[in-house]
């Protein structure tokens, strides 16, 4: 479902960097996890990096390194660094979150999407 706000994708160099930032609905309180996946072209989706409400952080060994994941709770939001771009960073990139939903004695939890951004990187 596309529920979260996403952005901050963009047309860069190689070499160059960008920030994206995705927040989560007011409803769903500090979710127990964020995180990208990417899609290129011809390509199946893949995590690149996520973070928990905790801050523990995992990334995919392509971007280790260049790419670092944190959070600000207070504003429900993620942020994704992406440094020394390449090209084969290029991908629309989808924000995901996962979490509880509500604030009664036993919320539900849901993972919800963002729309994607695109992310270009020329050689």
């Known amino acids: 479902q596309v529920r979260l706000l996403e952005s901050g994708g963009g047309l860069v160099q190689s070499g160059g960097s960008l920030r994206l930032s995705c927040t989560a609905p007011?409803?769903?309180?500090?979710?127990?996890?964020m995180g990208w996946h990417r899609q290129a072209p011809e390509k199946q989706r893949e995590l690149v990096a996520a973070?928990?409400?905790?801050?523990?952080?995992q990334y995919a060994d392509s971007v280790k390194g260049r790419f670092t994941i944190s959070r600000d709770n207070t504003k429900n939001t993620a942020y994704l660094q992406m440094n020394n771009l390449k090209p084969e960073d290029t991908a629309v990139y989808y924000c995901?979150?996962?979490?509880?939903?509500?604030?009664?004695?036993?919320?539900?939890?849901?993972?919800?999407w963002g729309q994607g951004t695109q992310v270009t990187v020329s050689s």
């Open positions: 995901n979150a996962f979490g509880a939903v509500g604030d009664g004695p036993t919320p539900e939890f849901e993972e919800y």
């Open positions: 007011g409803n769903m309180r500090g979710p127990n996890a």
């Open positions: 973070i928990s409400s905790g801050g523990l952080t």
